[in-house]
């Protein structure tokens, strides 16, 4: 009975879908309060049957329901339990239903937030509506997770085991709660278009979900590049793979979108720019779900090679974007300009800043589309990796990061250049000096490298000068420290991407037991390799004594691992990390009695995870700010009235 559960649970959300986006719709109208009950209802009907399909399709893999196709395909008896549940989204079917769930929960933020106007609320409403209707046809009549299979069989296929992680359970469900984030902001925007609504209130009503999105993109990038640095057995954390750039373009227009939003709320500026980046924010998330679960490329990323559902989803983003662009081309002139700002203010940083980084998220998508498109015109294959992304994106995020810390410093309408410079004269002091430092002490000396840690030196300190320059820290509001934050981990991040790029140690040997081989100051030294059984592979899982000056440190046990179900083979590698600096070991194959082991030493790699989530604590603590004034404005209110 699950599977019928779930999909009569689809069918009532698809309904309830339509009748959101109806109603929210009619909504819109000045005198149309019927409509917006209505709407609110509907979309908490949604989230109610949307829940109920999501918890029927959890319950068949937590308890092996092999006559749900779904489950067959994705699992196994002798998988692990925690991997049982993290296999609903580990298939195209199920992570799909993941994103209506998601979407389904943002509904329900909308309608008792009820940020902005009525009408605004309303509207955004419709849009998700329209959303949901059309993500939930799509799960419905080509990515049903609840098909039987009859015989079922008596064992499933299992999972990917790339994807049995812990990293990758939470992987998946940060990137959605944030692409799909950027579809609420899309959502008000589109309705701030529809009520003509398109001023302060709405930016102020949008930015939660917009920084929510934010983080959880934040979170889900740092959570990406984590698992591919431990899982993947080649020491890298990016790799400029399609589906990793489908996952930072929504980033960086999201990041421009938060910027350009302070500004249009603040005092009234960018308010068709902040309208645009809603919907491009979106648009690419819709672009990202496409490139997974079109099979127009082969990624350890992606979902499907159906394309019959990659023209749906085509289909969808031309109609959605097409129609949420041409509603902006419509309304847009019609917006009212805000006040106007002299070209040295903290509105001209804003939007300087918001120029770079769309520039940045342009280079990027033509670096990801541009191989794919023109294969599928011509035939001809390119790859576009590295040195493409090294001459086009490097020099914009290099300016960026010249420039971002002097908006802070600068006031709204009318700033002072001379005296933001003279109060960041000490982040310049301490950039230079790190630089020197770079070049009289690492070898080889590298110029580039010197400038890349000044950078992340100078980024740095002009957070904390920003801090100290606010005042008593402990007195100040949490929601003070959210740019800070934010940028002091961008900093931390581009410390960590110099070290591990420029001065990482390598080493490849052939190794049997009782022989060593040297590292970094390190004597690597094999003691074996024996079988281990896991509770759903083999493993042949080395021991390797780590010395230094003859003494020993530390014992480490890279494996490599065969899963028998699902016949593939993963390498489980081991890392030694100081917090300044990784040891990686990666066991490969076994040749004449010894053994394949690949050896990393990565300076201040474990800087580049720091960072991701000192950014994500720069989005909560700004978050929080946003949230809290209204919960103690709510309470002051209810005191009175009692």
Request: charged content about 10%.
């Amino acid at each position: 009975m699950t599977g019928e559960i779930g999909q009569l649970a689809l069918a009532l959300a698809f309904a309830l879908s339509a009748v959101m986006a109806i109603a929210g719709l009619a909504g819109a109208r000045e005198t149309a309060s019927q409509s917006r009950a209505v709407a609110s209802s509907a979309a908490i009907g949604m989230f109610v049957f949307v829940a109920l399909a999501f918890g029927a399709l959890m319950y068949a893999f937590v308890t092996s329901d092999f006559s749900v196709l779904n489950v067959a395909q994705n699992s196994h008896t002798a998988k692990p339990m925690i991997y049982k549940i993290t296999g609903v989204w580990g298939s195209h079917e199920g992570s799909m239903l993941l994103w209506v769930f998601v979407l389904a929960i943002y509904s329900l933020f909308i309608v008792f937030a009820q940020r902005g106007s009525a009408r605004l609320t309303s509207a955004a409403l419709g849009v998700q509506g329209l959303l949901a209707c059309a993500f939930l046809l799509f799960i419905l009549f080509t990515s049903n997770p609840f098909l039987r299979l009859d015989p079922p069989p008596f064992e499933g296929a299992g999972l990917n085991p790339l994807l049995q992680d812990p990293g990758l359970a939470m992987h998946p469900p940060m990137l959605y709660i944030g692409y799909v984030g950027l579809s609420a902001a899309f959502s008000y925007a589109a309705a701030a278009l529809i009520t003509g609504e398109a001023d302060a209130a709405w930016a102020r009503a949008a930015r939660p979900f917009m920084l929510l999105a934010w983080i959880a993109l934040t979170l889900g990038i740092t959570l990406g590049s984590w698992w591919a640095y431990y899982v993947l057995g080649w020491g890298g954390f990016w790799f400029w793979d399609p589906v990793e750039n489908a996952a930072l373009m929504p980033w960086l227009i999201a990041t421009a979108l938060l910027h350009s939003a302070l500004a249009t709320e603040r005092t009234g500026a960018f308010r068709s720019w902040t309208l645009l980046l809603a919907i491009l924010g979106f648009s690419l998330s819709l672009i990202g779900t496409f490139l997974v679960r079109s099979g127009v490329l082969s990624s350890v990323h992606a979902f499907a090679s159906d394309p019959t559902r990659g023209v749906y989803i085509l289909l969808m983003l031309v109609v959605a974007i097409g129609g949420a662009l041409a509603l902006f081309a419509w309304r847009a002139p019609q917006l009212q300009s805000g006040a106007a700002f002299e070209p040295v203010s903290k509105e001209s940083a804003l939007l300087l800043n918001n120029v770079l980084l769309s520039a940045a998220a342009a280079t990027v998508f033509i670096g990801t589309l541009y191989p794919l498109l023109l294969d599928a015109m011509t035939g001809q294959k390119i790859s576009v990796g590295p040195p493409y992304f090294a001459i086009t994106f490097a020099p914009i995020f290099v300016v960026l990061i010249l420039i971002a810390p002097f908006g802070p410093r600068l006031g709204w309408r009318n700033g002072d250049w001379r005296q933001a410079l003279r109060v960041l004269m000490p982040a310049l002091g301490i950039a230079v000096v790190a630089a020197l430092a770079v070049l009289a002490i690492v070898t080889p000396r590298s110029l580039v490298a010197a400038m890349a840690f000044a950078l992340g030196a100078w980024t740095i300190s002009a957070a904390v000068i920003d801090l100290m320059k606010r005042g008593n820290i402990r007195a100040l509001p949490i929601g003070a420290f959210a740019s800070a934050l934010a940028h002091l981990g961008l900093g931390v991040t581009l410390l960590g991407i110099t070290g591990t790029t420029m001065w990482r140690s390598e080493a490849l040997e052939l190794l049997k037991p009782g022989q060593s081989m040297e590292i970094a100051g390190y004597t690597l030294r094999l003691e074996g390799v024996q079988l281990l059984q896991g509770p759903n592979y083999i493993a042949q899982h080395a021991t390797i004594d780590v010395l230094s000056n003859g003494h020993r440190i530390a014992v480490m046990s890279p494996e490599k691992r065969a899963y028998p179900v699902e016949g593939q083979a993963t390498a489980d590698t081991a890392i030694r990390t100081t917090g300044f600096s990784d040891l990686y070991l990666a066991l490969g194959d076994e040749r004449g009695g010894g053994w394949v082991v690949r050896a990393y030493v990565s300076p201040l790699a474990p800087f580049i995870w720091f960072g991701g989530a000192f950014m994500a604590l720069g989005g909560v603590a700004g978050l929080w700010g946003r949230l809290r004034p209204r919960r103690v404005a709510a309470a002051t209110r209810l005191a009175a009235a009692e």
